[in-house]
């Protein structure tokens, strides 16, 4: 089992940059496949990047590719996404999530989840 504890998100206004933190504790932390999740204020949890586990290749919504960056920390247990240019629609409450086979995109696939961060952008 692993436990995901995300940080790093508050306000920021449009076009600047936040840094979002996912530490992770409990069994190896290279067994897993790493993504960013977000919710949308009234809509369904929806993917934003991943990072896998075996090769640390990343994908990335279409909505975010050339703006966030996903990576991993491999010696202090986290992942990172780094957000730049942010927009209004950004604003969401950003979840890790971890499992252990596949890059899949599909939240239901994933195993264990962070407690969220919100991050709010205004216009």
């Known amino acids: 089992q692993v436990q995901l504890v995300e940080s790093g998100g508050g306000l920021v206004q449009a076009g600047g940059s936040l840094r979002l933190s996912c530490a992770a504790s409990?069994?190896?932390?290279?067994?897993?496949?790493l993504a960013w999740f977000r919710r949308l204020p009234g809509k369904e949890r929806e993917f934003v990047a991943v990072i896998s586990r075996s090769d640390d290749s990343t994908y990335y919504a279409d909505s975010v590719k050339g703006r966030f960056t996903i990576s991993k920390e491999n010696a202090k247990n986290t992942i990172y996404l780094q957000m730049n240019n942010l927009k209004p629609e950004d604003t969401a409450v950003y979840y890790c999530?971890?499992?252990?086979?596949?890059?899949?995109?599909?939240?239901?696939?994933?195993?264990?989840w962070g407690q969220g961060t919100q991050v709010t952008v205004s216009s």
């Open positions: 999530a971890a499992k252990t086979i596949g890059v899949p995109t599909n939240p239901t696939r994933y195993d264990y």
């Open positions: 409990g069994r190896t932390f290279s067994r897993y496949t």
